[in-house]
C-alpha cells in the first residue's frame, strides 16, 4: 500500500510515527482498563535490540471492539496490512484487507464509539452511587482540565438518558466545537481561558443545573418566561453552542492568518534565494 496516502505526521521514512499516535489516540480517549482491553501492541525485538534494552519497532496494532477488530501489521518497506475482522464474542466470523486510509477511518470511528461506552458505563455507576448517597447529584457531569478533548466528546453520551434528546445533540456538537478549539488556541493567553473555561465551567454547569431538577417538573413546569425547565435548557445550549461556533471560527481564522503569513514569508525567502543564484 502506498504509504504518501497516510494522513499525519508520519512519511515513508519513519512509519513508527503513525502507529505511535495510533496508539497515543487510544490511550488519551479511553480510560486506562478499556485501553489496556481493546489495544493490543506487538513489537519485534532484534538481539540489538535486547543488548541496548530498546523495546524493538512495532510490527502490529490489534484494537477490538464489540463486534469488529482492526488489525495494521507493518514491515519494513514500509509494507502495510489493514485488516477488519467481524466477530461474534472472541470468534473472528470474517476477515477482509482494506486500503489503510479506510482502515484509519474505521479506527477513529472505533475509538469513538468505545470511549461513548466508556462514558456510558462509567455515568451508570456514578448515578448508582449518587442514589446511595455516596456521590453529590450530577457529579458524572463534570469536564477536567486534565482529560479535555476526552470529556467533552464523551459528555454527551454520559448525560443522553436524562436530557431531551435535542438537547444531548447540542451537547455533542458544542463538545466537538470546543474539543475542534482548544489546540488552535493553546499558548494564546486570554483566547485559550475562556475557552477552557466555557468547557469546564459553563457547559457543565449548564447541565447540572438542569439534572439537579425532578425529571417530571423539569419537562412540565413553566418558568416565568413562559418555557419549561426543558426547553430552558435548550435554549441556553443553543447560546452556548452559537458562542463555540464562533470562537472555533475566529481560532480557524487565526489559523489560516498564520498560514498565509508564513506563505508570504517563505515566497519571500525563496525569491531572495533564486535571486541569489540568479535564477529567473
Known sequence: MEFDRLSGAATDSDPQMLLLELIDSVV???PADVASRALLVERTRSLSDWMAQRPGPITRLR?????EALSLEW???PR???TVEQLHGTVSLSSRTVPVS?????FAQLVTALAVSAAEDAADSERALQALGILAPGSEVRVDDANLSRDLLTLAARVRRRVPAEAAEAVERIGALLADTLPRVAGTGEPEVIVRVAATVYLPDTLRAYLALPAGWAAEHTLAGGLTPAQALIAQLDALESAARTMRDAAV??????LLANGRFLADRFAGS????DLP
Open 253 to 258: 481564522e487565526r489559523d489560516a492568518s498564520a
Open 274 to 277: 533564486r535571486r541569489e543564484l
Open 80 to 82: 502495510w496490512t489493514a
Open 75 to 77: 514491515e519494513p518497506g
Open 102 to 106: 479506510q482502515w484509519l477511518t474505521a
Open 63 to 67: 484494537l477490538s471492539g464489540p463486534t
Open 28 to 30: 488519551r480517549s479511553l
